[in-house]
């Protein structure tokens, strides 16, 4: 008995060896990731003009620059690795990335998952639709059909606001919501005003916004517990604040000030 005692504690011991060495290093404070002299930064490409692609396919936008001047004011190389709405926490959580420049709007349910620094950024967040469809309240979406991005603030929004029985269509991402529009899958999207304008580029008078779902904020996520990461991030959304830095990228990419945030 006292053999085989031993040989399981013997294989819960080797087994916890093996998960231990199994799970990636996660870097924790600043000085961590200067020694390992590279940042893993998690970001969406669906969502222009925050997030995108440049003719070389590779991840732009504004959530891009501000993850390349955060890696250029702690001397560090920045690694852009494209996430989704519906993965780009779980990216994090599972140290596939080390922080997030993701358009992630700072929600109480997100705050239990992860930490959030102050807001870098924010977008105003509305029902787009058909000019005529006859939506001017929550209470008129029971009679037509609603498209949203899957897991995202705006689906967040939405199905608060939603009286039971609407139908809302939940796709991938922003792109296959504005698709849905366009071709007349749905009737009216939740999107940001930045998505409502790229459809009118397309569509030039056919939708409008209906009403404000939520004016969101948007903020750099990190895991929980890294305290003293927060502090360096929170240092360098003040910081570019202050002289100017995010506001010029913020009108490079919206044509608009910052706006003035918590």
């Known amino acids: 008995m006292q053999t085989i005692t031993r040989r399981v504690f013997a294989a819960l011991g080797l087994a916890a060896t093996v998960s231990l060495l199994a799970a990636p290093a996660a870097a924790q404070t600043l000085d961590e990731l200067k020694k390992k ?98 939506i001017k309240a929550p209470a008129d979406l029971k009679s037509v059909r609603v498209g949203v991005a899957r897991a995202s603030t705006q689906d967040v929004a939405l199905t608060a606001i939603a009286p039971q029985g609407t139908e809302i269509r939940r796709f991938d991402d922003d792109a296959s919501a504005m698709q849905a529009l366009i071709s007349g899958q749905v009737d009216a999207i939740g999107c940001s005003t930045t998505v409502a304008a790229q459809i009118n580029k397309r569509q030039p008078g056919a939708f409008e916004p209906k009403f404000v779902l939520r004016q969101q904020e948007m903020a750099v996520a990190m895991r929980p517990g890294q305290d003293a990461l927060l502090k360096s991030v929170n240092d360098f959304v003040a910081k570019n604040t202050a002289n100017g830095e995010l506001n010029k990228l913020y009108q490079k990419w919206l044509g608009a000030d910052l706006p003035k945030m918590q």
């Open 37 to 134: 002299g590279e940042i893993n930064v998690g970001l969406l490409v669906d969502f222009p003009p925050y997030g995108t692609t440049n003719a070389q396919n590779q991840p732009d936008g504004y959530d891009a620059d501000v993850a390349r001047l955060l890696a250029k004011d702690w001397g560090v190389k920045v690694n852009l690795v494209p996430v989704t709405g519906p993965n780009r926490i779980p990216f994090l959580l599972t140290n596939k990335v080390d922080l997030l420049v993701a358009s992630l709007a700072v929600t109480p349910e997100r705050a239990k998952q992860v930490q959030f620094s102050k807001p870098y950024s924010a977008a105003t967040i509305v029902l787009y639709g058909e000019k005529k469809a006859n």
